[in-house]
C-alpha cells in the first residue's frame, strides 16, 4: 500500500490515541499489568510507525534533521546506556553529552534556518552558507572537537584536586576551546565560501539574480552569525550541563563546597577600594605640582609643560597632569613601614541585607546547641572548617575538636574565645559547625590583594588586614601573589561600607603566629608593600547568578565571531581561499595578542608606544631615533622602525584580548551588560561596518568574471 | 554593425545601431568594448570590440562564434558581472549593474554553477528565494520546473550527484524559476542528449511564443538554426555577420522538391524528364533517418515499455506558470510532447528550415503516430537549378499533391517542438518545396506550359499526396 503524508498522520494520531487509551481503560478496569503492557506496546506501535515515517521520507529536508536527532537520541542513549552498564561511567557521560550537545546544534540549527526562510535575497544566501557548513568537513570535524573537547576536559583534571580548582580550569578551558574552535571554523568557512564561489563561478550565477554585492557580503555574514548562535547556544548548553554534573561531584570539604559557589558559578562585582574621608588625591596631585612647579622654578622647558608657580593644575600638559595623578594614586595604595592606611569599599548594601538573614541562621544555629550567641564565630570558620575536613576524613580518630585545635596551633593564645566555642565539643556537632560555617558564607565578600614589596629576603609579606577589628591575614603570605581571604557578609556595615585596616607591621624570621618571637631572631627589613592600582586590593561580592553571566559571556564571543565572519568574507571576496586564510589568521592573532605584542614591542625599542597618547610616543621615538644616529647606534634607529610599524599595524586592527570574558567566567567575576554592549558597539558595529565597508567597496570595483577568451 | 538590422541577407561589417523603436530593445550594446588587462594594468586581451548589438522584445537572438570570440563575454557584459572597457550596454533601458533589472533576467551559464550540496529543489528553492518569491510559489513553481525538465524524480538528490545534462537541466530549470523577460542561455544543450536537447529548444520555442525574448549562445549551429529569429556571428571580439537566420541562410540558387518514392518510375526517368524541360544541374538523393531521429525513437519505445532509469527524463509541458497565456497547453502530456519533438524531427527535409519560413505541406495532420512517419520511408531528392523555374515548380506542386493553392498555416510557419504537432502531418506527405526556404509558397508565379506538367504527371504515375501516401516521399532540387 501506498502511504501517503496524510494516511501516517492518520495511522500516527491512531496509534497514540490506541495505545494511550487502551492503557488508560486497562489501568481505571483495575488491571494496571495490562494497562502498562498496552502503553508499551502503544509506545512500541507508535515507535515503530514514527519510523516507518522517517524511512519512507528519508529524503524530505525536515525529514532528515528530525531522522538526524532521532538518531542522536539513540546514539547518546543507547551508547551512553551500554558504557555504563560495562562501568565506564566517564565513557557513557562524554557519549551521553557530545551526542546532547550535538543535538541542541542540530535542533538550534534547524531553527535557525526556518528563521532565515524568508524570501528576502540576503537571508537566502544566509541560509545557503549554513547549509554548505553542514556538508563542509573541516567544520564537521571541528564542531565534533568541540562536541567531544568540552566533555572530555571535565576528565583531564585530577580528581584530587580541589573542585573550586577544577569548576574554574573547566569554565577557562571549555569556554577558550569553544572560542577558538568556532574562531577557526568561522573564519575557514566564511572566507571558503565567499573565495570558492567566486573561484567556481557559483557567484556568477547568484550575482546575475537581484542580489546586490553588498547583500550578498551581508548574506554570508548573517549566515555565519546564525551558525555561530546555533553552535554557541550548543555549546552554552554543554558547558553550563557538565558544570552542574562537575558541581554535584564531592567537594574536598564544605569550604570547597561553598566556594564553588561563591566564587566560580555565581557573578561578582569587584570594587576598588575607595580613600577613607578625608584623603584628597586631587589635593594631593596638587601638591606635587606645586613642589615640582617651585623646584624648576625658572626652567622655561619645564615652565612650558607643567605650567608655572600659581597656574591652575590644567595648564599642565594634560597627559603630564594624569601622570602625576596615577603617581598619587599608586602611592595611596603603598603603606610603608609601620604605616597604617584605611580603605572603604562602598557599595555592598546588598550585601548586608543578605548578612542578616546569615546572621539570624548562625545565632540560631548555635542556641540550638546550648551555646551563648553572642560570640563572633566568622573569623574562625577557615579554622573550623579545617577541623571538620580532619574529623569527616577520620584522620585522627579520638580527638576531639579542640584538641585538633590546638595540635595545630589553628588559633593559638591570641583567640581565647573562640577556644571557648570549640571546647564546647559535644554540643557544637560536626554537622551544626557545618551549617554555622554555611551559613556563614552563603553570600561573602571576598577580599583579594597582591602585595608587592620593594624588597624581603623571604619573599614574604606580612600584613595586618584588620575588619572590625578582626586580623582577616594573621601570618606572612607570599610577595607578588594573589591572596584570597573570605570575608563574612555580616562584616559590612548596614550603609553597605566595608573598612578595611591595612597595617605593614614589623616582622621577625621565623616567628610563628602566635608565637613569640626568639630572642635572637633576626629581624626582617620593613619593605614598603603596595597594591596594583589595576585589581591589587579589591573586594567581590555576587550581584548575579553563574546562567546569565555565562550567557553574556557568549554574547560577546558571538559578536566577536561575527567580526571574524566578517574578516573572513571581505577577504575570501578578495582573495583565494588559502591567502585569505593565511591573511585572516595573521590579522587574528594581531588581533587577540595586539596587547602584548605592543608591550614586546615596547620592550625591545624602549618606547612606550603601548601607551595611551600617540602623540608623546612618536616624540618619543624621534628622540630616541635622534639619540640613536647622533650615537651612531642604527641599531637603535632600526628597533625604533620596527616599533613604530608593529605599532602603527596594531592601531588598525581591533583589540580582541579585552573582548575574551572566559577568565572572567572562571573567576566567578560578573561580565556586565557593559561590556556586551561596547563589544556590540565596538566590535559588531564599528570594526565590523568599517571592515565590511571597505570590503564592499572593493569587491564592487571587482570585475568577477576574468577573461574567458 | 548593428545586429538589429532586419534586411534581408544579413551584413557583414560593422555599423551604428540600426534606428529601431528603442521601447523595443530590450538589449542594447553600443561600440561595447572589453579589454581584459594585467596586473600592470597593460592591456592583455580585448575580447569585445566596437560591438553595436540590439536584441528585440519577444525574438530568439543568436550568439554565434568560435570559441574565443566574445560570445560569453558579452553575455557577462550584459548581466553585470564585468564592465565594459568602453562603449555602454543596457538592459531594458537601464545600465547592465542596476540590480532592479535582475529580477526581469534569467539566465543560464555555459556551466553548471550550482551549489553540489543542494538537492534539486533547495536549489530551486535558493534561486527562487533571490528573487523574493515566497514558499508556496518556491514549491509550486519548483514543481512544475522540475517536472518541465524531466527531474521529477531526482528532486531529492544532491545535485552533485547529477550527470552534466542533469546538471544542466537544474540549471535551465532555475534560469526559469522567476518567470523572466529575458532569458540568457549560454551553450544550453551542452552536455545534454537529444531527448534533452530536443526539450530544451521546445521550451525556447515556447517562450518566444508567450513573448519571451531570448538570447541563445552555442556552438551546436543546428540547434541555433533551429530555434533562433536573428543571430550575430562574432569573431575576434566582433561581430562578422548578423541577420535573420532564413536571410542568411536562404540559398536562391538551390530548389528542393520533395515528393513521395519514385517506384515504378525510375529515377532515369525523372531526371530526363526534368531535363526535357530544360533543368539542368540535377542531382537525385535518398535522404537518409537522421541518427538523431533514430535515437528518439529508440528512447520512446524503451520510455513506451516502462524501462526504469534513475537518469534524466524526458521532459514534461511548459511550467504553467510560464504559461499562463495559454493554460491549455499546459495539458500536454510527456509523451504528446515527445511526439511532438519526434514529429517535428521527422518533417521533410529543407535546405533552409528558416524558423519565418513556412514549411510547405500537403496532407498536413494526416498523421498522429510520431514513429509513422519514418517507417518504410524511401525518399528521393532531386537538385536542380530554380532561376526561370517558378512556375514549373507550382505546376509541379499541383500535380503531386492536388493543392497547388495550398498555402502554410500560420502555425506551420514554426517548425520544431512547439509547432511540431501541428505541423506533424508533413511527415510521410508528397511534399514539393521550392527555393531555398524549401517552400511551395516561395517559388512565385507559375508560366511554363502545361505539358511539362502533363509529362511529370505521368511519369509520378499519377502519385496522389492528398491520398496521404506516406510510404514514398522525395524530394527534387534543382537549378535551371
Known sequence: MRITGLLWWIGLVAATLIGAGAAYALWRGGSPGAALCAGWGGAAAVLAWVGLGLYRWREVGWVRGVRASVVLVLVGAVAGGLLERVGWRDAALVVAASAGMLLTAEVCLSLVRLALGWPVPMLAVARTLIDEARRMRIVGVLVGVMALGVPLLTFLMSPEERLEYRMGVFLLWSLTLVGLVLSIATVLLTARSVSDELAKKRAFLTLTKPIGRASYLGGKLIGAAGLNLALLAAAGAGVYGFALGLRAQPAWDVEDEIAVNNRVLTARQVLPPRPAEGTD??????????????RAAGDEAVEAEYGRIGDPPSAARPDLWQGILEQVRSSWLSVGPNETKEFRFTGLEKVYERASTSRERIQALLAEAGMTSDREVGPYLGQLNFVIRQQQAGL???????????????????????????????????????QVYRAAYTAPVQLRFQPEASSTPDEQVLLRMVVRGVDLSPRPVSEGDPHV???????????????????NPPRVMGQGVGQAAAADAEAVPQPTISFNKADGLVVLHEVGGFELNLVRALLILWVKLFFLACLGAVLGSLLSFPVAVLAAAVAYAASAGSASILEDAAQYSRVAIDEGSLRVALAEAWQRAGQGFAQGEYGDVVKVAIALVAGAALQVVPSLDRFNPAEQVSEGIRVPWGDVAESVWRLGLLWTLALGAGGWWLFRKKEIAGASV | ?????????????????????????????????????????????????????????????????????????????????????????T??????????????VGYLPEESYLYPFLTAEETLAYYGRLYGLDGRAIRERTDALLSMVGLEHARRRPVGEFSKGMMRKVGLAQSLINDPELLILDEPTSGMDPIATADVKRVIRRLRDRGKTIVLCSHLLADVEDVTDRVVIMFGGKARRHGPVGDLLERKDRTVVSLAGLEGIGEDKMVAALEAIGLTDL????????????FLEIVRRAQQEGVATSGARS???????????????????????????????????????????????SGAGSSQDPGAGTDGLTQSEVAGPASGADGVNDDLLSSLTGTSDAQPSPEATTPGLGGAAESSGAAGSATVGAGGRASAGTTGGSSEPDADASVLADLLGGADADSGDKDKPGSVAGSG
Open chain 1, 281 to 294: 588625591l586631587i589635593g594631593l596631585a596638587t601638591e606635587r605640582l606645586k613642589a615640582l612647579r617651585e
Open chain 1, 396 to 434: 585522627f580518630p579520638g580527638r576531639t575538636i579542640e584538641r585538633l585545635v590546638r595540635d595545630f596551633e589553628l588559633i593559638g593564645e591570641r583567640d581565647p574565645r573562640f577556644i571557648e566555642v570549640l571546647t564546647a565539643d559535644g554540643r557544637l556537632s560536626l554537622e551544626t559547625a557545618a
Open chain 1, 485 to 503: 581571604v573570605n570575608v563574612p557578609a555580616y562584616f559590612v556595615e548596614a550603609d553597605g561600607t566595608l573598612t578595611l585596616v591595612v597595617h
Open chain 2, 1 to 89: 554593425m548593428s545586429a538589429s538590422d532586419s534586411s534581408g541577407g544579413g551584413s557583414a561589417g560593422p555599423s551604428g545601431p540600426v534606428g529601431s523603436d528603442p521601447a523595443d530593445a530590450v538589449i542594447r550594446c553600443a561600440a561595447l568594448t572589453k579589454v581584459f588587462k594585467d596586473f600592470w594594468l597593460r592591456p592583455r586581451v580585448e575580447a569585445v570590440s566596437s560591438l553595436d548589438m540590439e536584441v528585440r522584445r519577444g525574438e530568439v537572438f543568436g550568439l554565434l562564434g568560435p570559441n574565443g570570440s566574445g560570445k560569453s563575454t558579452t553575455i557577462k557584459l550584459i548581466l553585470g558581472l564585468l564592465r565594459p572597457s568602453s562603449g555602454r550596454v
Open chain 2, 91 to 104: 538592459v531594458f533601458g537601464r545600465p547592465s549593474t542596476d540590480v532592479s533589472n535582475k529580477k526581469r
Open chain 2, 283 to 294: 542531382s537525385v538523393e535518398h535522404p537518409r533517418q537522421k541518427l538523431e531521429e533514430l
Open chain 2, 315 to 361: 521532459g514534461g509541458a511548459i511550467a504553467g506558470f510560464l504559461n499562463e497565456a495559454s493554460a491549455g497547453d499546459d495539458e500536454r502530456s510527456a509523451e504528446a510532447a515527445s511526439a511532438a519533438v519526434l514529429a517535428s524531427l521527422q518533417a521533410v527535409d529543407h535546405p533552409a528550415d528558416a524558423p519565418a519560413a513556412p514549411a510547405a505541406s
